[in-house]
């Protein structure tokens, strides 16, 4: 199966950036539909970005649309989520994941992912 590790967290000022990296095992990582999640403390899990197989396509929710840029590099097998404009709020563990399929059959289940990376734990301070 698919391992995923990501690197990347820690923490930073509100009004700062940050970059998180996902680095699949998987040769073949561009047949993937790939996906940040995050879980605050007491709060659900979200669907923050995910990028179709190529690369032409993203999901962003609401709550960072225009902060965070989702990409990636298929030939390094690595995933990325730039992070500017934090705030507080956006304080997580941010989990990495993947999702066999296509793009379309992602956005009928946007949720519903194959494999989880262990997150990483982002901290804004105020």
């Known amino acids: 199966q698919v391992q995923l590790a990501e690197s990347g967290g820690g923490l930073v000022q509100a009004g700062g950036s940050l970059r998180l990296s996902c680095a699949a095992s998987?040769?073949?990582?561009?047949?993937?539909?790939m996906g940040w999640f995050r879980q605050a403390p007491g709060s659900e899990r979200e669907n923050v970005a995910a990028?179709?197989?190529?690369?032409?396509?993203?999901y962003y929710s609401d709550s960072v649309k225009g902060r965070f840029t989702i990409s990636r590099d298929n030939a390094k097998n690595t995933v990325y989520l730039q992070m500017n404009s934090l705030k507080p709020e956006d304080t997580a563990v941010y989990t990495c994941?993947?999702?066999?399929?296509?793009?379309?059959?992602?956005?009928?289940?946007?949720?519903?992912?194959?494999?989880w990376g262990k997150g990483t734990l982002v901290t804004v301070s105020s």
């Open positions: 990028i179709s197989r190529s690369g032409a396509s993203t």
């Open positions: 994941a993947a999702r066999v399929g296509t793009w379309s059959t992602w956005r009928a289940r946007k949720d519903d992912m194959d494999y």
């Open positions: 998987e040769r073949t990582v561009s047949t993937y539909v």
